[in-house]
């Protein structure tokens, strides 16, 4: 009888413990980075009172008798599980997504374990548990942002207030696009010299900049003529009539290069010679007039090579007006004299403004002759800049310019564009470099300059040429004279600059391109200098790397979190304010990088909310209750019993 009494006391004691965990979960369940517990039954003492039996060639075996003596605690569990995120927004305030601890110590040595990321810097600043003063381990970074492998684990100490010093530029990034299409070179009249050239006007398809000196050589165009054989005849002819010379005045025709004839008609006794110059006049592409020998003349009126005219009557006789005034018979076909097609060269020399090597000049070509339709004089050339420009005389045409010397000048704009980037010295003084690209004469092919904006000097390596494949992709980006790189000396002290210009890979499009894109969009992009800065702020990424952000702008890494894991979690010895600590079957702390050597990601800004269930600890709060009434009953059913057995005897 008393057994029952010890194991219903053993229930109501070992219930009460369980009671008190739950307890403990929920007074827990708004602690940050708290994992619950959960406790685990086992049976107490066994008593035999008979052993088991063999079997054997008469009967089978037996099995024991055994009395349980009640219960007893097996084990307090800590439950490692992921709690939900609070963001909080401070950026201090950091949480694990994953497996593992932050790691805590001083500097004695002792080292503590937390899933609780409420952290803050001290005065010194260094990053600590607020709440304990136990400082939050990780490794600290070189003066370049690397965390060597061999840095030891040691409090973290940023330098909030300490200057960053300043870095000279050492290289500088082109990207985008070189329109090929581009042209900006509007061309203009210098010096007509003897050309009698009037105007130039438009812009050159090549888009080049620089002088065009053009020689003019040989002659222009001359109009044919035609001379009546009339001059015995003058002296009655010039202000009288055709007749009495004309016996007969039948219609007769003239036609020049194989055009439709022209008709001569109407004439009469009382025709004069001015009517019959005004009649022939109005056939197209004539002109006649009475010359200083008072000989008919005819002028083709579009000047060129020797013109063939014909000559046609209906009544071809002795006396016909074409045989007395022209002195031939009709029908015929004669050509005049005196006409010549132009025989001028336009030589253009070009000497570009910017270029290098084979493009630096002169380039040598001829020009185009423009000819007026109706007059066939040269009055204009083509062709110069690779056209569209328009270079224009007056009605008497051009002139040849090589017997003076006096040349025919015009001057072409370079086609321009510019990109301009902030660079830093030595002692991070700030200068504004900027690099114009000039379309060269060579194709696909752009010259470039470097210059300062300031009391600079450019040393060396300042201009260069771009070239670029038919398909656009950038071919070579090259220094003139042998340099490799842009020389400035900033005049203030510091030390010379040399700033490598990297224009992307060669056969690729992952930098400067020379598309014809109808826009250029080329410029610096970013340049790896920067001036003294100071430490502003700091963010904290996933892999738990702490990046300083400095007021001149720059970004590096300042040191990296640490975490811990274990093999046996449950192992952990819990050192209260949501702390463990190793224990002999923890095993020693596995110390890693999150998001590499440890499955797990830190998160900046938010905390770790308690892992406890409130449904699943009110759930365990009714069973251990149901529990301990039972065993109370336990105790009072075996008291009345026992109390029913002492009054047997009265």
Known sequence: MMASLYSGVSGLKNHQVKLNVIGNNIANINTIGFQASRVNFQEALVQTTRAAGRPSSLTGGTNPIQLGLGMEVGAIDTLFKQGGMETTGQITDLAIQGKGFFILGDANGNKFYTRAGAFGFDADG???????????????????????????????????????????????????????????????????????????????????????????????????????????????????????????????????????AGTISGLSTETTIDSLLSKINQIAGLTASLNGAGEIELVRDRAGATAEYNFGTSNAVANDVLNIVFGIAGGSSLNSSGGTAATLVAVDTFMPTKGAGSAAGPVITNLGLVFNENTGIVTGLS???????????????????????NHLIIDTESTIHTASISVFDSQGGKHTVSIEFFKSIQTNRWEWTATALGNESMNS???????????????????????????????????????????????????????????????????????????????????????????NGVTRVLAQLVIGDFFNQNGLLKAGKSMYQESSNSGSAVEGIAGETISADIFSGALESSSVDIAQEFTSMITAQRGFQANARVITTSDSMLDDLVNIKR
């Open 461 to 551: 390596g300042s201009t260069g040429y771009v070239a670029f494949n038919p398909d656009g992709s950038l071919n070579t980006f090259e220094y003139n004279g042998g340099a490799d790189s842009v020389s400035i000396d900033p005049n203030n002290g510091a030390e010379t600059m040399q700033i490598t210009i990297d224009a992307g890979t060669s056969f690729g499009y992952d930098g400067l391109t020379g598309f014809a894109s109808g826009q250029h969009t080329a410029s610096l992009i970013k340049q790896d200098g920067y001036g003294v800065g100071i430490l502003d702020k700091i963010s904290i990424d996933k892999g738990g790397n702490i990046a300083g952000i400095f007021t």
């Open 126 to 260: 260094t990053l600590v548990d607020p709440a304990t003063g136990l400082y939050v381990f990780g490794k600290m970074a070189t003066s370049t942002g690397e965390i060597s492998p061999f840095t030891t684990t040691d409090k973290i100490v940023l330098p909030f207030g300490q200057q960053d010093p300043a870095n000279a530029t050492q290289n500088v990034w082109i990207s985008n696009n070189l329109d090929a299409s581009a042209t900006d070179s509007e061309a203009s009249l210098t010096n007509a010299g003897d050309s009698s050239i009037l105007l130039t006007s438009g812009e050159t398809i090549d888009g080049v900049g620089g002088t065009h000196s053009i020689a003019i050589s040989g002659a222009q165009a001359t109009r044919d003529s035609f001379t009546s054989s009339m001059s015995g005849l003058v002296g009655t002819m010039t202000l009288g009539t055709l007749v009495p010379p004309v016996t007969d005045l039948a219609s007769f025709t003239i036609s020049v290069d194989g055009s439709p």
């Open 383 to 405: 062709g110069l800049g690779g056209g569209g420009v328009e270079i224009t005389s007056g009605s008497a045409g051009i002139t040849e310019t090589t017997t003076s010397g």
